[in-house]
């Protein structure tokens, strides 16, 4: 970023997208700063408060316009995202640094064009390791005793070790987050902000419970819902595809593991024998490498069972 400012990249549009709460807004808010600091003008704009059209655009931007142009909440852009890209932003000065931030990553259009390519370039932003996660734990204040425990259970994601350092500010360091229903609560509305309907809700608890997660599963747990489902989830920045199907981010497993099972136990428990059922059925109709990735699933699934040590 500060390389375009001081025009030593010919990157003019950067790209930062991650899941909530790892902190796009707060990047963004030092790349203002630091563009201030270098003597340009530099206007932030968050997407929830403008209209998404070209004319609710133009009026959010009058009258703010510099060099640097920060866009928070870029997901709720989409409906102009076309625009933005082959009007408003080659209409700006040459020397103009565009950050466009938001939950998912930029669309085919951005990367596909040679002209943009040239020009853009894309972040995403990932977990904090152990070490960063330790020094954000340290500069909040938390006692070098209490940091193991928090680490463990924020897993990187910076919100929750941020909330996960006021508790034990406040005297509490929790030994699993069903302790914490609040930290679970402001966690999970940002994992559930997005999700259009109850289908899509309980694919993401699906995700969550099963060790991979595949459009068969789904079918099992969703219905006909299945297909729209899964081309969702594989759109969340905190869902990582692998070859064998879907699993989700550490800490998004155990915020809605823990969630489920404290406010719909009988839902959990039935969600639960679905995916057992799926998976024993998988075990006794296939064999080979099929077989023994469906029995470290099952063996997953009790992970907290008699079938632990196996896992």
Known sequence: FCEAVAGRSAHRVLFVHGQGGIGKTTLLLEMRARARDAGEVAALLDGREIEP???????????????????????????????????????????????????????????????WRQVVAVHP?????????????????????????????????????????????????????????????????????DAPTEAHVLGLATCARAWLTTEDLLRETVGDAAPQVWAWLRRRPFVVTRPGGLTPHDLTRDVLEAEFERRFPGRYRSLHRIIHDHVIAGIRGTGGLDRQLLAQHLAYLHRHGPLAPLY
Not at 73 to 84: A, K, N, P, R, V
Not at 150 to 174: F, Q
């Open 53 to 115: 059209t070209p004319q609710g655009f133009t009026k959010a931007l009058d009258g703010t316009a510099g060099q640097v142009l920060l866009i928070d909440g870029y997901e709720h852009l989409t409906t102009i995202d076309g625009w933005l890209r082959a009007d408003l932003i080659p209409a700006l000065p040459a020397r103009s640094v565009v950050v466009l931030a938001g939950r998912d990553p930029p669309a085919q259009a951005w990367r596909a064009d040679p002209g």
């Open 125 to 193: 932003l990932a977990h904090l390791d152990d070490a960063d996660s330790a020094e954000l734990l340290a500069r909040a204040g938390v006692a070098a005793a209490d940091r193991p425990r928090l680490l463990r259970l924020g897993r990187g994601h910076p919100l929750a070790l941020a909330l996960l350092a006021d508790l034990a500010d406040a005297g509490t360091v929790p030994a699993t987050l069903a302790e914490v229903p609040d930290l679970i609560s402001a966690l999970l509305e940002s994992l559930l902000r």
